[in-house]
């Protein structure tokens, strides 16, 4: 297969040489979106009077058959070329002549490379973004099964408050959401077209770029030339973008593992998502929530690679950036992956009430209620806190909880106690009064279902 720039060489690149530099195994998957470009630019070629009208439209619509043929399999990508841009217009020009090497008119490699890959982060934005929603509408769906499931909260990983488990799940609803307004941002400074920069200094020619963007549906252009070829701050962004998912998806993993583990025994993963033991029959391994962690690295890993890629590059454009797309492609395989199996995993997980609420009672995660109660009578916060203090102490020394207390017991440490205290330290009351906005109580969590549910439908 003959390059595009043959012209100025005497002899053929090196075998090894013509490998290393082809990137068409990693950006074949960009030809729809080099086609779509390529319909737009030469409709403006042709509106600008730049190439003849019938050339235009045999270009057109044989740039669509091509498509075609690729979409049902007839047509196969050619090893031998050097990237899908060059398979496509060499395609072209087998088919339909001198009339397909006006394709390329005042174009260049650069600002259509920079393209395809926007107009392809562009349809992923949208993808990633529906996936995202799905799993939102799992997690709602858990949370108003469970407005009233009362669980033990945790700071440094040690029983602090209680909470219900709605609360716990909406907490990551909201962060997934956030996501989905992150990779709609990134989507808007990504839609602008980079056709006509050329290879880093525009064109003579009499071209509409406006006009270009309208065709491909961009909001606008780039402003400057060597900007428009070298600029790849949008595939980082979406980089940053899916590695935030996927740390979110890490989390919320990191906690799946501890809930199915024996000595929480919180959760219960469906078969369908679990993996046994070669060796030991009687394991139930949480191994897709222990394979989304770790593919959290990789995405990290594309995120450092493509930085790095990046951060001595004159301008205007170099090869280096070749190796933009294989790295971006992985990241949005790899989170769009995680989130769809992540899904499915929750959707179908069943959790352990009684033992959340087991756990709950066992931590004397009342106890900020108690001293609650103690100032609520009177007695300063932080004399309550001390005075709450040394109850816990004592309950340990006797083995007992706080609500086991006899009201001859709570007196010594202060006489405001009465038998009303064990109403204000039930676990159930406790968790129903905290319902300021965004906390734990049925009523307060309720409102948060309605607000996602809100903001899911603006997605």
Excluded at 244 to 261: A, K, N, Y
Aim: charged share 30%.
């Amino acid at each position: 297969m003959e390059k595009l720039w043959k012209g100025r060489f005497s002899k053929p690149l090196d075998e090894k040489c013509a490998k290393f530099n082809s990137s068409l195994p990693v950006d074949k998957r960009l030809y729809e979106c080099d086609i779509k470009g390529s319909v737009a630019h030469v409709t403006m070629l042709k509106n600008c009077n730049i190439i003849p009208s019938e050339d235009a439209d045999k270009i057109v619509a044989e740039l669509k058959k091509i498509k075609d043929d690729i979409d049902s399999g007839a047509l196969q990508f050619d090893p031998e070329c050097e990237d899908v841009h060059s398979f496509i217009e060499n395609e072209l020009t087998a088919r339909i002549g001198d009339a397909g090497k006006k394709l390329h008119t005042a174009r260049s490699r650069n600002d259509q490379v920079a393209l395809d890959t926007r107009l392809y982060l562009s349809d992923m934005a949208d993808k990633t973004i529906t996936a995202l929603k799905g799993l939102i509408e799992i997690i709602v769906a858990k949370a108003e099964e469970n407005t009233e499931t009362v669980m033990p909260g945790y700071t440094h990983m040690q029983i602090a408050q209680p909470i219900t488990l709605a609360n716990h799940l909406l907490s990551y609803a909201f962060m997934f959401l956030r996501d989905c307004d992150r990779i709609g941002d990134c989507k808007k400074r990504t839609e602008k077209s980079p056709l006509g920069s050329c290879a880093l200094a525009g064109t003579t020619y009499p071209v509409d770029r406006e006009m270009t963007a309208k065709l491909l549906g961009f909001s606008g252009i780039t402003q400057n030339s060597l900007d428009g070829v070298s600029d790849r701050d949008f595939v980082l962004e979406f980089a940053f973008c899916c590695s935030t998912v996927m740390m979110h998806l890490s989390r919320f993993s990191e906690e799946i593992i501890l809930w199915c583990s024996k000595e929480f025994s919180f959760i219960e993963l469906d078969d369908a998502f679990s993996t046994g033991s070669s060796i030991m029959p009687q394991k139930k391994n949480p191994d897709m929530a222990e394979l989304i962690r770790g593919k959290t690295g990789r995405v990290y890993g594309n995120l450092m690679a493509l930085l790095t890629v990046m951060k001595g590059l004159p301008l205007a454009y170099n090869k280096d950036m070749q190796e933009d797309k294989e790295l971006i492609f992985d990241s949005i395989d790899t989170a769009i992956d995680c989130i769809d199996i992540f899904g499915g995993m929750l959707d179908t997980a069943t959790f352990k009430k009684q033992n959340m609420l087991k756990a709950a009672k066992l931590g004397f995660i009342n106890a900020t209620d108690c001293a609650d109660y103690l100032t609520k009578k009177g007695v300063p916060f932080r004399t309550a806190y001390n005075i709450t203090g040394k109850l816990v102490a004592y309950c340990l020394e006797k083995g007992k909880a706080l609500d086991e207390l006899t009201l001859d017991e709570l007196k010594p440490f202060s006489d405001v106690f009465d038998k009303d205290v064990y109403d204000k330290i039930e676990l159930s009351y406790c968790v129903a009064e905290r319902k300021s906005d965004g906390g734990p109580a049925p009523s307060s969590v309720k409102k948060q279902i309605a607000a996602v549910k809100e903001c899911l439908k603006s997605l």
